[in-house]
């Protein structure tokens, strides 16, 4: 599956961005998705990630009542609605795929996503 990431941009503290990711092919709905984010000169953390079905979520501490991802099935696409940004959630976010659904299948460690978006740029200005 190929995955394409858009909707980063430049946002002031507080403000709100939506993040989009499309996926190819016709089994989207057979995919655990998630979202992860890389800010300068740190790892890659986890940011929130959903089951096939989207009946199970998981958020990072961080991120919790803030973010809130989804997904659209028919359209082969996650998203993750970003609002109350901080100046700390500056990062390139990658949108990744698992190649697994079920609510088991919602992980927080990126070496079980086998597929990678190429990342958008969030910058976050205080």
């Known amino acids: 599956v190929q995955l394409q990431a858009s909707g980063g941009g430049l946002v002031q503290a507080g403000g709100s961005l939506k993040l989009s990711c499309a996926a190819s092919g016709r089994t989207f709905s057979s995919y655990a998705m998630s979202w992860f984010r890389q800010a300068p000169g740190k790892e890659r953390e986890f940011v929130a990630a959903?089951?096939?079905?989207?009946?199970?979520?998981v958020y990072a501490d961080s991120v919790k009542g803030r973010f809130t991802i989804s997904r659209d099935n028919a359209k082969n696409t996650v998203y993750v609605q970003m609002n109350s940004l901080k100046p700390e959630d500056t990062a390139v976010y990658y949108c990744?795929?698992?190649?697994?659904?079920?609510?088991?299948?919602?992980?927080?460690?990126?070496?079980?996503?086998?597929?990678w978006g190429q990342g958008t740029l969030v910058t976050v200005s205080s």
């Open positions: 959903i089951s096939g079905s989207g009946g199970r979520i």
């Open positions: 990744a795929a698992r190649t697994c659904a079920g609510s088991w299948c919602v992980v927080e460690n990126s070496s079980e996503y086998n597929y």
